[in-house]
């Protein structure tokens, strides 16, 4: 998977549609918009191009460990 930042310029989205070619540009539009944690999946990765929110995040900042109880049923 490939991750690219971008501000607001056309110029990025340029690049972001050159990047994503197999996304939709109206997807790919709407990545100027996007906030902390949003983002476009394409490729490999999603067969069909999709929009996600990730949560946050289970490691503790410095590369800490994920305690094993957080496979627990919820």
């Not at 997807?27 to 100027?32: C, E, F, Q």
């Not at 996600?52 to 490691?59: A, V």
């Amino acid at each position: 998977m490939r991750a690219v930042r971008l501000g607001d310029s056309a110029a990025d989205l340029r690049t972001l549609g050159e990047t994503f070619s197999y996304a939709p540009s109206g997807l790919i539009d709407l990545a100027s918009g996007f906030q902390l944690g949003e983002g476009l999946a394409a490729g490999k990765i999603a067969p069909d191009p999709i929009l996600f929110k990730s949560g946050q995040r289970l490691s503790e900042e410095g590369g800490g460990d994920v305690p094993s109880s957080w496979a627990r049923a919820r």
